[in-house]
């Protein structure tokens, strides 16, 4: 009974508490003038902001039920440009209730309805907003004075607002959309609290910051800050402290990361990077901001699969620029290259793809960069260090040392913007490697193995790949030892040859030529190589080549000499042949010189010189095109002579050659019998 008389006391002390305020609330309205609520408002808005509230809409005074003040079309300041820092279709601000009651008007939270913020940044006035900082610096502070601690309120609701960030010295423009925020500065404590979204570059954007001591932090003091962005782009985390004396500091632990690199630099205002890859990116960091400068030490980055550890600094006072040192265990660059594609899809001309490389000359790079292992598409390279450098568009990568392809790479690679497109300088060393993966990955080579070292000069410039290799100039050269060059014996060839010149044909294209030395040497100029000097030297056979290769058409036009070697030292060459080389890089022509196998032949040494003697040659010519007339064929002609006839190897003036004087250019045997004087095995048949 006690306990149940108790409660029922509290209650009906508790309702006539609550009449007794309602009271006083209705009594207050009547009592307390709607303009000094406004004025009073208006006055801490004031002492506040600093600037002088402009109000050109209607106000309005409701003390009961609930205390509001709500102005229309409310401007403040000055933006420095002839604009206001602040325009918003109304502002409303909510009474606090207690000091309400003792006759006192004070504000316990702003609202501002589509409110047009402006930020702006001038190089010796700091911001348009810095009376608001120094203001909440003095009311924050525990000694503040009375005259000081005007403000009142400790929330600011922004609903459906823009914000807009001008700095004219570093030409920065940002705008801020569908601002709906919450800023809170609670009055128990010392922190501030900054929560809610916006749309920012057309991609919505949440936040939430958190700074431990404002007051601290509005007075330049070192206060722990923590802030958190996340959206479509990217999401950033930061967590440390913040300063203002002497300058600007932050440092703390970074955390970012983006589905696609590619896509948040795009985002940011950047041109697309040329090549592929750069997409998922992650980064951790210890990082300290000083005024421009950010580093970054105890780095770890993450991009398309690719993990490095090391140290990063950022400059953004002006150009951009990336300095750094990173080293990984294995790094796959394939992506990076997948779209620079150096053939067409046919595989037999050069791509005429326009080269795009406007993502270079947005910022600069100076990194070093190592690593254990790098996979280049089908290349692999073992230890590699690698210092890149971009400075006005221009990349130069250089190679201190590579593991490539069995054996040392070291170089240097430039590209850059030019004005016909794109501009490459290549200076690299190839240094006892293995011929046969080198030359394959790297020129569709598939005809020499061994051991070697490749070393070329060059430079080109064009809009395209198939630009670069019209204006390709420079050197090249190779030494390899102990090798051989596969599809094509020349040995087993010149043997054949020399024991039946007309039936040499056959299976040429197979088979190696073992060599202990093979040495080339190239001159390049506009997309010609010249070859100055080939020479393959064994203990059996001996190659020269001289001639030229177009780059562009991918052709050859070649002529040599192949020669057996003697079994006595210093004799001359036991047999040596001429030939030439002609057609495509991939399934070039190979071509003796039918003149001499003739010759060598004692069964058509006669025709080649009745063809020779002018008194013969025409009876000759009048034979062969009776037999190769068309029309009905003369049933006494001998089947051998029914053959069509092939275009003579001894020029235009020469007769055409019967089937069988053709056979060499052919690839076939010889299908003539045995002359008087010839030896035995020049009659020899298939």
């Not at 800023?183 to 609290?193: E, G």
């Not at 690199?261 to 090549?275: I, M, T």
């Not at 690698?386 to 790479?409: C, P, S």
Request: glycine residues 10%.
């Amino acid at each position: 009974m006690f306990v149940a008389g108790g409660f029922k006391r509290l209650g009906i002390l508790l309702t006539a508490l609550v009449a007794a305020g309602v009271a006083a609330l209705v009594a207050i309205s009547l009592v307390i003038p709607a303009e000094d609520v406004r004025n009073a408002i208006k006055a801490e808005i004031r002492a506040v902001t600093g600037f002088e509230p402009m109000i050109r809409g209607d106000a309005s005074v409701s003390l009961f039920p609930w205390g509001t003040v709500s102005f229309a079309d409310v401007s403040l300041g000055d933006d420095g440009s002839g604009g206001r820092a602040l325009a918003a279709e109304r502002v409303t601000a909510r009474l606090r209730l207690l000091p309400l009651l003792f006759g006192r008007i004070e504000a316990a939270d702003l609202w501002l309805l589509r409110p047009k913020i402006s930020l702006r940044f001038a190089p010796e006035a700091g911001s348009n907003w810095s009376g608001v900082a120094e203001a909440l610096t003095r009311a924050l502070k525990p000694t503040a004075s009375p005259a000081d601690a005007l403000m009142s309120f400790s929330e600011i609701r922004i609903a459906d607002g823009t914000i807009e960030i001008r700095d004219d010295a570093r030409g920065l423009l940002e705008r801020l959309s569908n601002v709906e925020m919450s800023l809170a500065w609670p009055a128990i404590a010392k922190s501030f609290v900054a929560t809610g979204r916006f749309v920012w570059r057309d991609e919505p954007i949440d936040l939430s910051l958190n700074l431990n001591d404002l007051s601290a932090a509005l007075d330049g003091e070192r206060a722990g800050l923590k802030v958190r962005l996340s959206g479509q782009p990217f999401r950033v985390g930061f967590d440390g402290h913040i300063g203002r004396r002497p300058t600007l500091k932050m440092e703390g632990t970074l955390a970012a990361d983006t589905q696609s690199l590619r896509n948040a630099l795009v985002w940011a205002g950047q041109k697309p990077l040329p090549g592929g890859g750069f997409g998922r990116f992650a980064l951790k960091a210890h990082t300290t901001l000083v005024a421009g400068t950010v580093a970054l030490s105890g780095v770890n980055i993450e991009l398309d699969g690719n993990t490095a550890d090391g140290v990063l600094a950022f400059a953004a006072d002006g150009r951009p620029m990336v300095q750094g040192t990173l080293a990984a265990d294995e790094l796959d660059l394939t992506p990076y290259i997948s779209t620079a594609h150096g053939l067409r899809a046919s595989g037999h001309d050069w791509s005429r793809v326009p080269i795009v490389l406007d993502g270079l000359m947005d910022l600069d790079v100076d990194l070093r960069l190592s690593a254990a292992r790098i996979n280049l598409g089908n290349a692999k390279l073992g230890r590699t260090a690698i210092g890149a450098n971009l400075r006005d568009g221009r990349l130069t990568l250089a190679i201190g040392e590579a593991q490539a392809f069995g054996g040392v790479l070291k170089g240097s690679l430039t590209l850059a913007t030019a004005q016909s497109g794109a501009e490459i300088k290549s200076q690299l060393q190839f240094a006892n490697v293995d011929l046969e993966s080198c030359l394959r990955d790297l020129f569709g080579i598939r005809r020499v193995d061994g051991k070697g070292t490749l070393v070329f000069a060059v430079e080109a410039a064009g809009e395209s790949v198939l630009a670069l290799t019209q204006t390709l100039s420079g050197t090249a050269s190779l030494v390899a030892e102990n090798g051989s060059l596969t599809g094509l014996n020349v040995e087993q060839l010149l043997k054949r040859l020399e024991r039946r010149p007309l039936s040499g044909g056959g299976e040429f294209r197979s088979g190696r030529t073992p060599f202990d030395k093979l040495t080339v040497s190239l001159r390049l100029a506009e997309g010609t190589a010249n070859v100055e000097d080939v020479r393959l030297e064994s203990a059996a056979v001996r190659l020269a080549l001289a001639g030229s290769a177009s780059i562009p058409a991918r052709d050859l036009d070649l002529k040599g000499t192949a020669s057996l070697v003697a079994a006595v030292a210093d004799s001359p060459p036991t047999f040596e042949l001429p030939f030439v080389i002609q057609g495509p890089w991939e399934d070039p022509l190979l071509l003796p010189d039918a003149e001499i196998l003739i010759r060598r032949s004692g069964a058509a040494a006669p025709l080649l010189d009745a063809v020779r003697d002018p008194k013969t040659r025409d009876a000759v010519r009048s034979v062969i095109e009776r037999v190769t007339r068309p029309g009905p064929k003369p049933a006494a002609v001998h089947p051998a002579a029914a053959q069509p006839a092939a275009a003579s190897p001894l020029g235009p003036d020469a007769p055409a050659q019967p089937a069988a004087a053709a056979a060499p250019a052919l690839g076939q045997d010889a299908a003539s019998a045995p002359a008087d004087g010839a030896r035995p095995d020049d009659a020899a048949s298939h």
